[in-house]
Nanobody
Framework: QVQLVESGGGLVQAGGSLRLSCAAS????????????MGWFRQAPGKEREFVAY????????NYADSVKGRFTISRDNAKNTVYLQMNSLKPEDTAVYYC?????????????????WGHGTQVTVSS
């Protein structure tokens, strides 16, 4: 069992930056995030949850939604059991609740249903 807790959200002006963190914890060795691919997703009001970025379990391979490519960077520190999402050049359309997710195995995915554990989310609001 893995527990994920996101932090770092907040209110920022358009063009600004935020860094989200996702801290993983659990009661067994298998809860270490080095055993999981990690993803970030977001859900805006009235919209479905959508893929933002994922990292394979080593961090050597990443993938991004077209809407954030070049502006967001996913990274991970397996020693700290933490995944990050650096968000630069933020736009009002980036406003959403951002969720961290863990997927068993080495490979990430854009599919929500393929993730095994989810955090409760952190709100990001970008003002124009």
């Amino acid at each position: 069992q893995v527990q994920l807790v996101e932090s770092g959200g907040g209110l920022v002006q358009a063009g600004g930056s935020l860094r989200l963190s996702c801290a993983a914890s659990g009661r067994t060795f298998s809860s270490a995030i080095s055993s999981y691919a990690m993803g970030w997703f977001r859900q805006a009001p009235g919209k479905e949850r959508e893929f933002v970025a994922y990292s394979n379990w080593s961090g050597g391979s990443t993938n991004y939604a077209d809407s954030v490519k070049g502006r967001f960077t996913i990274s991970r520190d397996n020693a700290k059991n933490t995944v990050y999402l650096q968000m630069n050049s933020l736009k009002p359309e980036d406003t959403a609740v951002y969720y961290c997710a863990a997927r068993k195995g080495p490979y990430g995915s854009k599919l929500l249903a393929s993730y095994d554990y989810w955090g409760h989310g952190t709100q990001v609001t970008v003002s124009s």
